[in-house]
């Protein structure tokens, strides 16, 4: 049997739309289920290799009921898959060459900071990488909430009891304000504030990466890796931000952990 460009235009349409579909799932409650199906299928597969015939009977009574469920499990996400559909959405990624997660929250972040900046009002934002940083977040008030510049600008106005301390980032949310992070011990010298302190100390003892906006200059600072870098402007901070989530990203997939 030849394997003809028909079948090769075939199998790329399909693998698309299940990238697409998976996609759409990504950071839903729906992508948890998912995986949970995955689980009974496998077992499924198991029990009936080992010939455990109770199992196995049990395990496909499971996995009906779960596919006769999952239309009303996954309604809001199939709802909104089919209205991106409608709107000429659901290509809108692909045609654009795929919008990065890092980029996004890149740019939401050094948007908020550039307006913060014109306005004089203090920043500290954290952007968790690999090393978890539970011990600071427990510091602070939780929030679990998609990251947003409104958000990031109404949380550090003055008058916001949210105002003082860092918010720590994680994928696009915020997991927690008034975050209380470790000061460094280095001589920073008199013309950075405790803010700049704070940002350096959790970028010695974490691979975060910390941007800090000064209440009384509006200069714009960025810790990582212990070491402070100032005066950025809104474009340049977006850039950098984005090298370093990227960077991160693609360590992930690397043996050793460096590349």
Known sequence: MRFTVRDAVDILVVAFVIYRVIDALRGTRAITLVK??????????????????????LLNHATTAV???????????LRRTLEEIGRGQFLARWRSGGA???AEVSEVVARAAAALSGQRIGAL???????????????????????????LRNIFEPNSPLHDGAVIIHG???????????????DLGSAVGTRH??????????????VVVSE????ISLAVGGR???????????????????????RRFTFGGEV
């Not at 304000?177 to 460094?184: D, E, K, N, Q, Y």
């Not at 402070?228 to 693609?250: G, K, P, V």
């Open 36 to 57: 949970g199906l995955a689980v009974i299928f496998a077992s499924s597969v198991v029990a009936r290799a080992l010939n455990l015939r109770t199992i196995s009977w």
């Open 67 to 77: 596919i006769v469920a999952l239309p009303v499990v996954f309604y809001p996400e």
């Open 100 to 102: 990065s997660p890092h």
């Open 125 to 151: 934002i954290v952007l968790q990488r690999r090393t978890g940083l539970k011990e600071y977040i427990d510091s602070g008030i939780a929030l679990d909430s998609l990251v947003s510049e409104e958000l």
């Open 172 to 186: 696009n949310r915020i997991l927690s304000a008034r975050c209380v992070l470790p000061l460094t011990s280095a």
């Open 197 to 210: 302190r704070a940002a350096v100390g959790l970028s010695e003892q974490s691979d975060a990466v910390v």
């Open 216 to 219: 009384e200059t509006g200069i």
């Open 228 to 250: 402070l870098q100032r005066y950025f402007n809104e474009i340049r901070l977006r850039e950098r931000l984005e090298y370093h989530l990227q960077s991160d990203a693609a």
